[in-house]
């Protein structure tokens, strides 16, 4: 937002509504590339179907972690001083926490499953288990976002 950030305080809603647009923009983006792989990938696949619906709605409920977490910190630690957007692209080490988040996330998800194998279950088990974290993670994410992210947004 950069130098309009001070307008929005003039308009008459909550950090939160500022902030839940983004959140569903960035998993818009994220479902329409991942149901396009999901579909070419049951086509091409037809057996392994439950497993990449499952692969997909993990997908999604992580990129509503990250997207959440994102923005919180966005929020928390606001860039404001660029004047064009390759300015604010620049040097941004907001997204690089993100992009670091979203590794770890990658490195725990393999690492859930793979336990759940080792432990005798399925690979879809595995799955099952992995999206239930993902789903626990999304609640906590979502009260971060709509209790402490959207707070810590209107008093920037």
């Given at each position: ?19 839940l647009p983004?959140l569903w ?132």
């Amino acid at each position: 937002e950069g130098i309009t950030h001070e307008q929005r305080k003039t308009f008459p809603v909550t950090g939160l509504d500022h902030l839940l647009p983004k959140l569903w923009i960035g998993m818009l983006m994220n479902g329409f590339s991942i149901l396009l792989l999901a579909v070419v990938a049951c086509v091409i696949l037809p057996k392994f179907i439950p497993w990449i619906v499952m692969g997909f709605l993990a997908s999604q409920l992580a990129s509503f972690i990250l997207n959440a977490i994102g923005l919180c910190y966005d929020a928390a630690h606001p860039k404001l001083n660029w004047r064009t957007e390759q300015e604010a692209m620049k040097s941004n080490f907001n997204s690089m926490i993100v992009f670091l988040g979203s590794l770890a996330m990658l490195g725990i998800g393999v690492g859930v499953v793979f336990l759940v194998i080792w432990l005798g279950g399925t690979f879809l088990h595995g799955l099952l288990a992995l999206t239930a974290l993902l789903i626990i993670g999304a609640l906590a994410c979502w009260r971060m976002l709509t209790h402490t992210g959207a707070k810590s947004y209107y008093l920037h």
